[in-house]
């Protein structure tokens, strides 16, 4: 049986306050990532079922024992309830669909112990929806739509039970400076009976929970905004209050000075809001606040656009709440957006469901945690999650196989491999080689220690790894460099500038590249040439700033954005392309890794742009593909080994745009594959003479990826083929005969949401292993391919089973 096994997924959270949610039962976070609902411990899984972006996430509070249920709010306008498998407790299922918002869903909230969820939507409105679980399904029922008045976007919800008593109180927010609270007693709607104000800004998040966890205690309701300021409300029942005795000065004063307080009526019962604390030291907007009660001590948790995270805490003897850690990072540049951090601040925040660990999402999408050490009385940042928040436009191997690239729209360029601690193997970005100002659209490896890039500025631009990035991937994943010490050192990025500038030592670095504003270098933020350590793989502050790689050159030559680069596999050679509409810029250049100088003439052969680009195993052949439906195969010339000259070319055998194509394995003979918009993959072999397409794989939809793996299956050839609507599917083509002899599908839960970038399978672990690398995967039958995405997700995928059928 063929088994499809997640190695890796990578794949960055959406930036938006609400979408992120960690279960208090199962202890499973799951956050929005473009149109993908997704757990983490690690990654897990990916929820395919959103058409736009999620931008609101929340965890449906169950009994102990039942099936897990996660919400999911989406710029779709649709409220999805996914609901775990018993089989399989990571594998969720969307169950319900809830329709009825006119716009974009911007927040959720639920409350345990009940059934009601309440939406907050871009169509100023306020859905109350009923969820009833049964054990063969859902039954979800909409019990009310509050319109907002006065109009505004509810961008925040909380919902909890009042003291003593069944009904429930609404607190909602958003576009306006002001809190809107609504009540109910069982089985009544929601009415609207106080408007809290204060603020100066629009609202990002409430929270709302019990004082103590006593029956019957005080509510507290915190309040964050763009004002910076976080506010805090008393809710409390009302006392009788008896008359103040006639003479009774003291108490007609209090009552003079007190706060006012908003009521409320529910039933037969009374309840007051009143103004409990300002609470001041951020210096940005705050986008999101959590509350925890753990052990009878409450904190609350805010995340802030100044690039930290605090804890705030009510002091015993004054009663005043003061903050008592802060997290994240030191910046000079509060807010704002550069390529040398995670400045932009911190989007969501979230307390563990025990209250040990704190998580928080960055401007980079990607996740720190920080777990609290109780014998040291601190806070310890371990390991998080990191991934693209945009299209995957593009993934690549090192040519020996030992870490995978990936590049995309999010201008980021980032470095996968496996981390061997102990028995165990875990993949983890190790390394950020680029943060451009572009997007970037191809990528390709140049021996060991070099890649090339290309993006929308018309250039390419090739980067030498460092030896700090060289010693942690020899020390972590057994990775091993003969050329280390003809490294540089480690590379920063200019302030305003494209160009990463290498550094030989740790005194060269810049100081605002770390620091704070007197230049001091932050505690979270090691020297590359001195990492604090080599025992597990670096930290997002890390990966933001000091595991750039230095530029070694740039490739001029086309004139618009790159479009396909493609690196020679013994090295010599690169080739590139640029989107065109005319045959003078529809030419593959061609530069000498030696001198990088460029080969003239360049080839030509296509009227329109060419998509994609292929030296053969052997490097005796390039292969290219274009929007002109045409492919061209240029051979390498005996005498002059840097010059290839056009052999073969087919300019209408696909009748849409070819927008892929590959290499078979040189055992195989000289056979490639092409793959266009009409639905089809056309496999071909080349003789001298002639060129003959020996069999065709149909699909649902436009193929827009396709690559052949390296490895003959039994004098067969494994091809894998992606859609334009994320399927992913393997042929076996038999070469004796040219039969499609078998076709397994990918899962639709393994799927991305969106269409297939690229499929790169990895190169032979037997190449691997004669490379330098130590204690390779030993299970020699499995084979392993990487998958980008639209969706912004990274995946690799072992597969298992195709050799003992």
Same mark, same amino acid.
């Given at each position: 049986?063929?088994?499809?096994?997640?190695?890796?997924?990578?794949?960055?959270?959406?930036?938006?306050?609400?979408?992120?949610?960690?279960?208090?039962?199962?202890?499973?976070?799951?956050?929005?990532?473009?149109?993908?609902?997704?757990?983490?411990?690690?990654?897990?899984?990916?929820?395919?079922?959103?058409?736009?972006?999620?931008?609101?996430?929340?965890?449906?509070?169950?009994?102990?024992?039942?099936?897990?249920?996660?919400?999911?709010?989406?710029?779709?306008?649709?409220?999805?309830?996914?609901?775990?498998?018993?089989?399989?407790?990571?594998?969720?299922?969307?169950?319900?669909?809830?329709?009825?918002?006119?716009?974009?869903?911007?927040?959720?909230?639920?409350?345990?112990?009940?059934?009601?969820?309440?939406?907050?939507?871009?169509?100023?409105?306020?859905?109350?929806?009923?969820?009833?679980?049964?054990?063969?399904?859902?039954?979800?029922?909409?019990?009310?739509?509050?319109?907002?008045?006065?109009?505004?976007?509810?961008?925040?919800?909380?919902?909890?039970?009042?003291?003593?008593?069944?009904?429930?109180?609404?607190?909602?927010?958003?576009?306006?400076?002001?809190?809107?609270?609504?009540?109910?007693?069982?089985?009544?709607?929601?009415?609207?009976?106080?408007?809290?104000?204060?603020?100066?800004? !629009?609202?990002?998040?409430?929270?709302?929970?019990?004082?103590?966890?006593?029956?019957?205690?005080?509510?507290?309701?915190?309040?964050?905004?763009?004002?910076?300021?976080?506010?805090?409300?008393?809710?409390?029942?009302?006392?009788?209050?008896?008359?103040?005795?006639?003479?009774?000065?003291?108490?007609?004063?209090?009552?003079?000075?007190?706060?006012?307080?908003?009521?409320?009526?529910?039933?037969?019962?009374?309840?007051?809001?009143?103004?409990?604390?300002?609470?001041?030291?951020?210096?940005? !907007?705050?986008?999101?606040?959590?509350?925890?009660?753990?052990?009878?001590?409450?904190?609350?948790?805010?995340?802030?656009?100044?690039?930290?995270?605090?804890? !705030?805490?009510?002091?015993?003897?004054?009663?005043?709440?003061?903050?008592?850690?802060?997290?994240?990072?030191?910046?000079?540049?509060?807010?704002?957006?550069?390529?040398?951090?995670?400045?932009?601040?911190? !989007?969501?925040?979230?307390?563990?469901?025990?209250?040990?660990?704190?998580?928080?999402?960055?401007?980079?999408?990607?996740?720190?945690?920080?777990?609290?050490?109780?014998?040291?009385?601190?806070?310890?940042?371990?390991?998080?999650?990191?991934?693209?928040?945009?299209?995957?436009?593009?993934?690549?191997?090192?040519?020996?196989?030992?870490?995978?690239?990936?590049?995309?729209?999010?201008?980021?360029?980032?470095?996968?491999?496996?981390?061997?601690?102990?028995?165990?193997?875990?993949?983890?970005?190790?390394?950020?080689?680029?943060?451009?100002?572009?997007?970037?659209?191809?990528?390709?490896?140049?021996?060991?220690?070099?890649?090339?890039?290309?993006?929308?500025?018309?250039?390419?631009?090739?980067?030498?790894?460092?030896?700090?990035?060289?010693?942690?991937?020899?020390?972590?994943?057994?990775?091993?460099?003969?050329?280390?010490?003809?490294?540089?050192?480690?590379?920063?990025?200019?302030?305003?500038?494209?160009?990463?500038?290498?550094?030989?030592?740790?005194?060269?670095?810049?100081?605002?590249?770390?620091?704070?504003?007197?230049?001091?270098?932050?505690?979270?933020?090691?020297?590359?040439?001195?990492?604090?350590?080599?025992?597990?793989?670096?930290?997002?502050?890390?990966?933001?700033?000091?595991?750039?790689?230095?530029?070694?050159?740039?490739?001029?030559?086309?004139?618009?954005?790159?479009?396909?680069?493609?690196?020679?596999?013994?090295?010599?050679?690169?080739?590139?392309?640029?989107?065109?509409?005319?045959?003078?810029?529809?030419?593959?250049?061609?530069?000498?890794?030696?001198?990088?100088?460029?080969?003239?003439?360049?080839?030509?052969?296509?009227?329109?742009?060419?998509?994609?680009?292929?030296?053969?195993?052997?490097?005796?052949?390039?292969?290219?593909?274009?929007?002109?439906?045409?492919?061209?195969?240029?051979?390498?010339?005996?005498?002059?080994?840097?010059?290839?000259?056009?052999?073969?070319?087919?300019?209408?055998?696909?009748?849409?745009?070819?927008?892929?194509?590959?290499?078979?394995?040189?055992?195989?003979?000289?056979?490639?594959?092409?793959?266009?918009?009409?639905?089809?993959?056309?496999?071909?072999?080349?003789?001298?003479?002639?060129?003959?397409?020996?069999?065709?794989?149909?699909?649902?939809?436009?193929?827009?990826?396709?690559?052949?793996?390296?490895?003959?299956?039994?004098?067969?050839?494994?091809?894998?083929?992606?859609?334009?609507?994320?399927?992913?599917?393997?042929?076996?083509?038999?070469?004796?005969?040219?039969?499609?002899?078998?076709?397994?599908?990918?899962?639709?839960?393994?799927?991305?949401?969106?269409?297939?970038?690229?499929?790169?399978?990895?190169?032979?672990?037997?190449?691997?292993?004669?490379?330098?690398?130590?204690?390779?995967?030993?299970?020699?039958?499995?084979?392993?391919?990487?998958?980008?995405?639209?969706?912004?997700?990274?995946?690799?995928?072992?597969?298992?089973?195709?050799?003992?059928?």
């Amino acid at each position: 049986m063929v088994d499809f096994h997640h190695e890796h997924i990578a794949v960055g959270g959406n930036r938006h306050p609400s979408a992120a949610d960690w279960d208090p039962t199962s202890g499973l976070l799951a956050y929005g990532a473009d149109c993908n609902d997704e757990g983490h411990q690690g990654v897990k899984a990916l929820l395919r079922g959103h058409t736009d972006h999620v931008n609101a996430v929340k965890s449906f509070p169950t009994a102990q024992g039942k099936a897990r249920i996660i919400l999911s709010g989406s710029a779709d306008k649709i409220v999805r309830i996914w609901r775990a498998q018993p089989a399989a407790p990571l594998e969720f299922k969307s169950v319900a669909a809830l329709e009825g918002h006119g716009s974009s869903i911007n927040c959720l909230a639920v409350f345990k112990d009940t059934n009601i969820i309440a939406s907050g939507s871009a169509d100023s409105t306020i859905k109350i929806w009923q969820l009833n679980i049964q054990e063969d399904g859902l039954d979800v029922k909409l019990l009310q739509t509050i319109q907002t008045n006065p109009r505004f976007f509810p961008l925040a919800l909380a919902l909890h039970r009042l003291p003593a008593t069944e009904g429930l109180v609404l607190a909602a927010a958003g576009t306006k400076s002001t809190v809107q609270v609504y009540v109910t007693s069982r089985g009544d709607q929601f009415l609207h009976q106080a408007t809290l104000t204060g603020h100066e800004g !629009w609202m990002r998040s409430l929270a709302i929970t019990q004082e103590k966890s006593l029956a019957g205690s005080d509510l507290l309701l915190a309040s964050a905004s763009q004002d910076k300021y976080i506010r805090l409300w008393r809710i409390t029942k009302t006392k009788e209050k008896s008359e103040p005795k006639e003479g009774n000065l003291l108490g007609a004063f209090e009552q003079s000075l007190s706060n006012k307080a908003h009521k409320l009526e529910v039933s037969q019962n009374s309840y007051s809001i009143t103004f409990e604390a300002l609470l001041l030291g951020h210096e940005d !907007w705050i986008y999101t606040i959590s509350w925890c009660l753990q052990d009878e001590k409450l904190q609350l948790l805010s995340a802030s656009a100044d690039s930290s995270v605090a804890i !705030w805490e009510s002091e015993e003897s004054s009663g005043v709440w003061v903050c008592t850690t802060r997290l994240g990072e030191i910046s000079a540049q509060k807010g704002s957006t550069t390529a040398t951090g995670s400045a932009g601040g911190f !989007w969501i925040g979230l307390w563990s469901p025990n209250g040990q660990s704190v998580v928080s999402l960055g401007r980079t999408g990607s996740w720190r945690l920080w777990n609290h050490d109780r014998d040291q009385a601190r806070w310890i940042q371990g390991i998080g999650i990191s991934g693209h928040t945009k299209s995957v436009a593009d993934v690549a191997w090192s040519k020996d196989g030992s870490y995978l690239l990936s590049t995309g729209s999010d201008q980021t360029t980032r470095l996968h491999a496996a981390w061997k601690h102990g028995v165990k193997r875990s993949w983890h970005e190790m390394a950020r080689p680029q943060i451009h100002g572009y997007d970037l659209n191809c990528i390709d490896s140049i021996g060991r220690t070099q890649i090339i890039s290309g993006a929308d500025e018309k250039l390419l631009r090739v980067f030498d790894e460092p030896r700090a990035t060289a010693d942690l991937l020899d020390c972590l994943c057994g990775i091993k460099t003969s050329t280390r010490n003809d490294l540089p050192v480690a590379a920063n990025i200019p302030v305003l500038g494209l160009s990463n500038k290498a550094i030989e030592t740790a005194e060269d670095e810049e100081p605002h590249a770390s620091g704070d504003v007197n230049g001091e270098e932050a505690a979270t933020s090691p020297s590359p040439a001195q990492p604090s350590d080599l025992e597990h793989p670096p930290f997002e502050d890390r990966l933001a700033r000091h595991t750039l790689w230095p530029e070694h050159e740039k490739l001029y030559g086309h004139g618009y954005e790159i479009s396909a680069v493609a690196a020679s596999y013994d090295g010599s050679m690169v080739a590139t392309a640029c989107r065109a509409s005319s045959l003078d810029h529809a030419v593959i250049r061609l530069y000498t890794t030696r001198d990088w100088r460029e080969v003239r003439p360049s080839l030509t052969a296509h009227s329109l742009t060419v998509t994609a680009l292929c030296f053969s195993k052997d490097d005796r052949y390039l292969l290219s593909v274009g929007r002109d439906r045409q492919w061209a195969v240029f051979q390498r010339d005996v005498a002059v080994p840097e010059s290839y000259l056009l052999k073969h070319s087919n300019p209408k055998d696909h009748s849409r745009m070819v927008l892929d194509a590959c290499w078979a394995p040189v055992s195989a003979g000289r056979v490639f594959a092409t793959a266009g918009r009409d639905k089809t993959v056309k496999i071909w072999s080349m003789e001298d003479t002639k060129v003959e397409c020996m069999v065709t794989i149909t699909a649902s939809s436009p193929v827009t990826a396709v690559d052949i793996s390296p490895r003959l299956l039994r004098d067969s050839l494994v091809i894998a083929v992606g859609t334009e609507t994320g399927d992913i599917g393997l042929h076996i083509v038999k070469l004796s005969d040219w039969s499609i002899e078998q076709k397994h599908q990918l899962e639709t839960a393994l799927q991305p949401a969106k269409y297939i970038t690229k499929l790169s399978w990895r190169p032979s672990l037997a190449t691997v292993a004669t490379n330098g690398i130590e204690d390779q995967e030993p299970a020699s039958k499995d084979l392993q391919i990487a998958m980008a995405s639209d969706d912004s997700s990274l995946r690799l995928f072992s597969i298992t089973g195709l050799l003992d059928n």
